[in-house]
């Protein structure tokens, strides 16, 4: 027999004032536990104690931001350069120089402070948030709101939001590792009147109330813990990648500049314009425009994702993303709608549909066609009451929609008891409870209606049958006949095998202030259904489509979870639990994950299990969850993905990135942004090393057959970060291909190059090399300068035309769009012209020592132009006929 005896809270509370250290809390006369603090008390509470929170993470300030953009290798070869020119006497190439490792370093702080002031928005957007009881009402708010004397409510999932009193507490089992790095949860009891929990533990079971007795730094965890703050500013494989292709491009540019500036010494050619070559080659190999551009594109990747309802805790959330290869997801939320929906009724006289979805109750309850109300029927006015209030969720009207706080399920029975037009008391008048356990699976309350005291009780089928006695039907309570068990059991078989959750309800009128889970009487079953999400269908469709699969793992049942996969169109060829996957040695279980499988039932270790498991096999694993069970899963993955609405704070702080709205189909928009964002990666920086190519071959021919400097440094400069580094952020902003996810997933150590991409950057260097140079030596009779203006114009123009090429690695224009990227089509309007009054503005001619040039120079120009547009796109429409790439 299971008993609840009722306490004095009162008593209780006495005997607590007693025991408790003055300096470990506030006067317990201030505050009613059932009430709790009223805002005026709140008020006064944080001025004497300040804000519930630990010194923010120290953070890098404006100057520190400044001085990091001086420290990369491309940015010392710059300032190298132009204290070189001054040196020589070369006052305008040094100023020009100069003017343009400012204004890099102006761009490159303007989009690292941006970061900054996003991260610290990101960790207010994070900050987790705790139940207290205000004025009367449960309330959830900031845990930095948090003040002594409130009165917390503790469920599982929680993060306890500061040091506290208990004050109540049914099966309350916590997580201190944070603290003691004990491993195994805490028993926390009333029976010892000062036992305390501490700000971030973790709620594993049981609820709990407590009062507040210490904040911020005067918790535990404030006096031995650093914060490090929630997001990390790790550097990313891509950013790695990119950081050696520069080391490596500045240490050629060195030698090569050294060794060709040696040569002409040696041949006998003029010291300072050997020297003045020399500088310009090194100029031309490094990509200046490099550093600003990834900045800037990472930054506007990450704002495409949340515009996805992504949010990135970590940066490298964001390329890995691009590369998963398998999906493993909870069902609860992630795959359907996380808004349990009474959908069918059955008791002993009849069965009954239900209308309507979610937590709205505008639907109703009808049998043989007929419209039901409480009223009309006194088993579904029982069966509605009872689950009704054998309940701690609570529907309410906010707006124009209907929210409920408490669990799905018991939110789903209160809907019910609207739908049902069940009778509402102002008061709850629950006197006593024992609490649902995994290892009871079922919950009874002590309820006192007008007329009677009854024991309500819900819960699985199995739990609630055996401890009831009788059954209800129209004309009162029965003694069982010798089918009717065998009725229940096939009812409850059918409604799960339509993937139905069961929920079986049953009461007993009692005469004392005491729970007796014994001799009730089976009222009949409520079938419950989680939706799935109308569009997960076609997401789920979509990751097929990119080779990406997707396993369900959740602890719902087999037949529930299958059900579900089911209306997804998802293929399960293999169902396991997890007291069957305990028996798998590792071999057999990577044997299994070759199948179309699915996982119910589940325990933590085996979610970790089956992730590493596939890690083993070289996958790159995302992993969704949403409670402190899916923690250390979330950790092992390459992607933890956090539930942003109904996700704990222990499962946020463990993952990488966080849905804003729990819906699966925004993984796989995320994932086609992560997609994007690395070929576009891709594209700019093989954008910006064949423009340089380019110029590198001009000059290093030039200089091999003895002509004058086709390039001078500034006008390199020009091309490298004015024209060309506002083309490839341009280039950075293109769409998504609409093949894009119709391929299977990258490798992690796919390179940005790759021997596709330097033959492509050879090519057309040497073409945009020699013709640049064939213009130069062809208008050289006229003059050096206006050669070297057209040989300078047309190597930009040049650069603009091959941007075409890079839009895509290998659809034609007409199969992205012509004009799909208005930003591309800005940019190339601009740095043209900017090239123009490079050509013709006298302020620019200065600087850049240019010369007008006339319609004859600007024909060849186009000539030589037409072939970098339409040799590339000849070529992708043919692979594209060819192959059907679609």
Not at 337 to 362: C, F, H, L
Not at 522 to 546: C, M, N, Q, T, Y
Request: proline share 4%; net charge negative; glycine share 8%.
């Amino acid at each position: 027999m299971s008993r609840l005896t009722l306490l004095n809270a009162k008593s209780v509370c006495r005997r607590i004032s007693d025991r408790i250290p003055g300096n470990r809390r506030p006067s317990l006369s201030d505050t009613n536990p059932h009430i709790g603090l009223s805002q005026a008390q709140v008020t006064a509470a944080r001025a004497r104690a300040g804000w519930n929170e630990l010194p923010a993470a120290k953070t890098a300030g404006p100057l520190t931001v400044l001085v990091r953009q001086f420290s990369s290798s491309l940015i010392l070869i710059l300032i190298v350069a132009a204290v070189v020119a001054l040196a020589l006497g070369e006052a305008i190439d040094a100023a020009t120089i100069g003017l343009v490792v400012i204004l890099n370093a102006v761009l490159g702080f303007v989009q690292e402070w941006k970061a900054e002031t996003a991260l610290a928005a990101l960790r207010k957007m994070l900050s987790p948030k705790a139940m207290v009881i205000r004025d009367g009402q449960e309330q959830i708010v900031p845990s930095r709101d948090i003040v002594p004397g409130d009165i917390l409510v503790l469920a599982p999932g929680a993060k306890i939001a500061a040091d506290a009193l208990l004050l109540r507490a049914s099966e309350l089992r916590v997580d201190e590792s944070v603290l003691t790095g004990e491993s195994m949860p805490v028993d926390k009891s009333v029976e010892d009147p000062e036992t305390l929990v501490f700000t971030g533990t973790s709620v594993v079971a049981g609820r709990a109330e407590a009062r507040v007795t210490s904040t911020g730094l005067d918790t535990e965890f404030g006096k031995i813990a650093h914060l490090t703050g929630s997001v990390g500013t790790k550097t990313t494989n891509l950013q790695q990648k990119l950081s050696h292709l520069a080391r490596q491009l500045g240490l050629a540019a060195l030698i090569v500049a050294a060794g060709v500036s040696g040569l002409g010494i040696a041949l006998g050619r003029d010291f300072l314009e050997m020297i003045m070559t020399g500088l310009s080659l090194s100029v031309a190999m490094v990509p200046e425009g490099l550093p600003a551009v990834i900045t800037i594109t990472l930054a506007l990747g990450a704002t495409a994702m949340v515009r996805q309802n992504a949010l990135a805790r970590r940066l490298q959330a964001v390329e890995t993303l691009g590369a998963a290869s398998v999906i493993c997801t909870d069902k609860t939320g992630t795959l359907t709608e996380n808004k349990m929906t009474a959908t069918s009724i059955w008791t002993m006289d009849r069965q009954y549909d239900v209308t309507g979805t979610g937590y709205d109750p505008a639907g109703h309850i009808e049998a043989d066609g007929e419209r039901l109300r409480a009223v009309d029927d006194p088993v579904l006015a029982a069966l509605l009451q009872t689950g009704l209030y054998c309940s701690h969720a609570r529907l309410s009207f906010e707006g124009e929609t209907w929210t409920m706080i408490g669990a799905p399920t018991e939110g789903a029975l209160i809907t019910l008891a609207y739908k049902g037009w069940c009778e509402l008391q102002q008061e709850r008048n629950l006197l006593a409870e024992i609490p649902f356990s995994s290892a009871r699976k079922r919950m009874s309350v002590l309820y006192q209606s007008p007329d009677e005291t009854l024991v309500l009780t819900k819960g699985a089928p199995e739990q609630i049958l055996e401890i009831c006695t009788t059954i209800m039907r129209e004309d009162g309570p029965q003694e069982p006949g010798p089918h009717d068990l065998q009725r229940i059991n096939d009812a409850y078989a059918q409604m799960a095998e339509q993937g139905l959750r069961v929920i079986a309800l049953a009461r007993r009128a009692v005469t004392t202030n005491e729970i007796v889970e014994e001799e009730l009487t089976f009222l009949g079953l409520v079938g419950l259904i989680d939706p799935p999400r109308a569009e997960v269908k076609d997401a789920i469709a979509s990751a097929h489509s990119a080779g990406i699969r997707v396993i369900m793992i959740t602890g719902d049942s087999p037949i529930t979870a299958t059900a579900i996969a089911q209306q997804l169109s998802m293929k399960v060829s293999d169902c396991q639990t997890g007291a069957e996957l305990d028996a798998l040695s590792d071999e057999e279980l990577a044997a299994h994950l070759t199948r179309d499988i699915l996982f119910a039932r589940t325990k933590p270790e085996q979610k970790m299990r089956i992730v590493a498991s596939l890690q083993d096999q070289g996958q790159i694993v995302a992993m969704t969850g949403d409670g402190v069970n899916d923690a250390p899963a979330l950790k092992k993955a390459d992607i933890g993905v956090a539930m942003g609405i109904r996700g704990t704070d222990v499962a946020r702080d463990a993952s990488d990135l966080v849905l804003l709205d729990d819906n699966f189909a925004t993984i796989v928009r995320a994932i086609g942004e992560g997609r994007r964002q690395f070929a576009n990666v891709k594209k700019f920086v093989r954008y910006l090393l064949s423009s340089n190519a380019g110029e590198v071959i001009a000059l290093v021919v030039n200089i091999a057959i003895g002509g004058p400097l086709v390039f001078l440094a500034t006008q390199i400069l020009w091309m490298n970060l004015v024209t060309d580094g506002v083309t490839a952020v341009a280039l950075g902003m293109e769409k998504s291909e609409p093949d894009q996810m119709q391929h299977p997933p990258r490798r992690k150590n796919t390179p940005i190059l790759g021997i596709g991409g330097i033959l492509t950057i050879l090519a057309l260097g040497i073409y945009t090399g020699l013709s640049s140079l064939w213009i130069f030596f062809e208008l050289l009779d006229q003059g050096v300068e206006l050669a070297r203006t057209t040989a300078f114009t047309a190597m930009v123009v040049f650069e603009k035309a091959g941007v075409f090429a890079f839009r895509s690695l290998r659809l034609p224009g007409w199969r992205i769009g012509w004009f799909s990227n208005k930003f591309l089509l800005v940019a190339l309007a601009v740095t043209l012209s900017a090239q123009v009054l490079a050509v013709y503005w006298p302020p620019l001619q200065f600087m850049l020592r240019t010369v007008p040039i006339g319609v004859a120079e600007w024909q060849w120009i186009a000539i030589f132009a037409l072939p970098i547009v339409i040799v590339p796109e000849l070529l992708k429409s043919a692979y594209h006929w060819i192959y059907r790439v679609k």
